[in-house]
């Protein structure tokens, strides 16, 4: 049996959040319904809150989340069982150029979400809702993961898979130098991530709490660069050669002109992940257009990710190569109807993930 009501946090106003009941969406026959656990709370979300992102308001969001099958159309794929622990997957519409040439986050065939939805929300559709209690979705909108995994752990299936990409856009090798500027949450994600393709991981960090937490996930060499030269370290752990890979993971000018100051010589790669506001800027030497070309850089963008690297981030969840309960702040998750309380905690600096429990309503 299914309820007839769905129960969904929204950003009311700048500072604003608070909890929603609307109509059970009627599934249809390749539709799955899940049954939310976790909603973990995203950069983008809570800066969304704070206003430091501008969006249209009321919003209704969430995409860090994980749930179990507890329905399933009778078109739906035998793959998925009832039971099942799922996360959410890109939306695509599988026949557009993008979708057919393998960038899925940039499909241009979907629904549009300029406008407000058909209950006045602006955001993700009722049912699409992260969230929320309940997901009532196609069944391509969600992939498995492993059920021995924390629903919390399993939320994190969209920050691996984006930091893959870039990653893999940056051709990260075995044995490379990667360096990741910053310890909080993108960097531990990126950091696990490189590990994970079997990079040698150094992280910068000032911080002495997320230095802590850095050195306890024991896949990187930490470098305290509050009290040492982050550049002259790196050159140190590398023989003198610099990274091969920076990941600044944090949005300042001078965070970016460090990680251009450790990168090697020649042929290094500069991975722009995260975006910062005001966005931070490039040292003038990196865009010096003969410099670039002299020294093979590559200055990589990167949001977002495809099928594949969300496919291979679920295994990597699932069978343990990372370990997201690192990334978690360490307190109970908050209910669904305190989501103005879970907003506000993420928003206060320092904090990793903020796990939101959606049958708290
Ligand atoms: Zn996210
Ligand atoms: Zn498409």
Not at 60 to 84: D, F, Q, R, T
Not at 187 to 210: C, F, M, S, W
Not at 239 to 249: E, Q, S
Not at 349 to 361: A, E
Request: charged residues 20%; proline residues 6%; aromatic residues 8%.
């Amino acid at each position: 049996m299914l309820p007839d009501k769905i129960h969904f946090g929204a950003i009311m106003d700048v500072g604003k959040a608070e909890m929603h009941t609307g109509n059970f969406p009627e599934p249809g026959p390749e539709d799955i319904v899940v049954k939310m656990n976790i909603c973990n709370i995203c950069t983008n979300d809570y800066q969304q809150f704070n206003g430091m992102r501008k969006k249209d308001l009321p919003m209704a969001a969430g995409h860090e989340c994980s749930g179990y099958i507890v329905w399933k159309g009778k078109n739906v794929n035998p793959l998925y069982e009832i039971g099942m622990q799922v996360s959410n997957f890109i939306n695509s519409c599988g026949v557009c150029y993008e979708c057919r040439t393998g960038n899925q986050d940039l499909c241009t065939g979907k629904f549009s979400e300029d406008g407000p939805c058909s209950d006045g929300f602006y955001g993700r559709k009722p049912g699409e809702r992260g969230f929320s209690d309940y997901m009532v979705v196609n069944q391509r909108r969600m992939i498995s993961v492993s059920n021995d995994i924390a629903p919390a752990c399993a939320a994190f299936l969209e920050p691996f898979s984006a930091a893959l990409h870039g990653l893999r856009k940056g051709h990260v090798m075995p044995g490379e130098d990667v360096v990741i500027i910053g310890g909080g949450t993108m960097g531990l994600v990126n950091a696990q991530t490189a590990h994970a393709l079997g990079a040698r991981v150094i992280i910068t960090e000032i911080d002495p709490y997320k230095i802590d937490r850095a050195k306890s996930m024991g896949v990187a060499d930490v470098i305290d660069s509050r009290n040492n030269n982050a550049v002259e370290e790196v050159k140190r752990l590398t023989k003198g050669k610099g990274a091969d890979v920076v990941v600044p993971c944090v949005g300042l000018s001078a965070a970016y002109k460090q990680a251009y100051d450790m990168l090697r010589k020649a042929a290094g790669r500069f991975i722009i992940y995260s975006a910062g506001y005001p966005a931070p800027e490039f040292p003038p030497d990196m865009v010096n257009s003969n410099k670039v070309h002299y020294n093979k850089l590559d200055i990589i963008g990167t949001i977002g990710a495809n099928s594949s690297d969300c496919a291979d981030a679920s295994r990597f969840i699932s069978n343990r190569l990372v370990k997201p309960e690192f990334i978690l702040q360490l307190n109970k998750p908050i209910p669904l109807r305190d989501i103005q309380k879970a907003y506000e905690f993420a928003s206060t600096p320092g904090t990793y993930r903020i796990s939101v429990d959606l049958q708290g309503v």
